[in-house]
């Protein structure tokens, strides 16, 4: 089973509609993180959360909102979706315990259509 | 954003053959990180690097941590179709950041 799992993984909407994109991982990690990936981009940082009380922006975090429902469970919701936020999304996670390195752990992406 | 430069952007090359790709930033990282990106998937971490001239291997890929510590070096031998893919790399500039920079990735395709 993966570690770290999104749903959807495909979804086409409307611009104006509210989408909610779930991340679940069973690594045991305290950190997760949301990304944006666009062609011709490195993955972008949209939000991040150490823990279940913590929750920052990241570097493009206009028109996104986050909730950490549980160490393992992190959601993505786009309160009014616009055509220029079609992209793949990605979750991701790493261990604050493992060592000062944080390597990131990626599931395996949401493709997210707005017409 | 800040991003690193990564090159080639894309490439074609023959089975068997080898294959370097490089990234390169303007601001001096502890940590690199090598990734693979097949299609439809997320991202898999390949390799780490911890200290500038680390040099570490996994399997048929190496990669090294530049002494200048502002790029690194991943080189696959022997390739095989299953290599095609994206290749990231992923820098962090320092042990109290989270945060790693994204590279714009390495699109390599295996001709057999």
């Known amino acids: 089973d993966a570690d770290v799992t999104q749903t959807p993984r495909n979804r086409i909407t409307k611009t104006g509609k509210r989408i909610m994109l779930e991340c679940s991982q069973t690594k045991g990690h305290d950190r997760m993180y949301w990304y944006r990936q666009d062609p011709g981009l490195g993955l972008r940082l949209i939000y991040y959360s150490f823990d279940v009380k913590d929750i920052n922006k990241g570097e493009i975090s206009d028109g996104y909102s986050v909730s950490r429902q549980a160490q393992a469970k992190f959601s993505l919701s786009l309160e009014s979706a616009i055509p220029n936020q079609t992209a793949l999304y990605f979750c991701a996670t790493s261990d604050s315990l493992a060592g000062a390195y944080n390597e990131q752990f990626f599931g395996p992406g949401t493709r997210l259509t707005v017409l | 954003g800040q991003q690193l430069n990564q090159s080639p952007q894309s490439m074609f090359i023959q089975e068997g053959e080898d294959v370097s790709m490089n990234c390169t930033s303007s601001s001096i990282f502890n940590t690199w990180l090598w990734y693979k990106q097949d299609p439809g998937e997320g991202p898999v971490l390949l390799i780490a690097?911890?200290?500038?001239?680390e040099l570490t291997s996994n399997g048929r890929l190496t990669a090294q941590f530049g002494i200048t510590r502002k790029d690194s070096f991943l080189n696959i031998s022997a390739s095989i179709p299953s290599d095609v893919g994206i290749y990231f790399c992923?820098?962090?500039?320092?042990?109290?950041?989270?945060?790693?920079?994204f590279g714009t990735g390495t699109r390599l395709k295996v001709l057999a």
């Open positions: 690097l911890y200290k500038a001239g």
């Open positions: 992923a820098g962090r500039a320092g042990s109290g950041t989270y945060k790693y920079i």
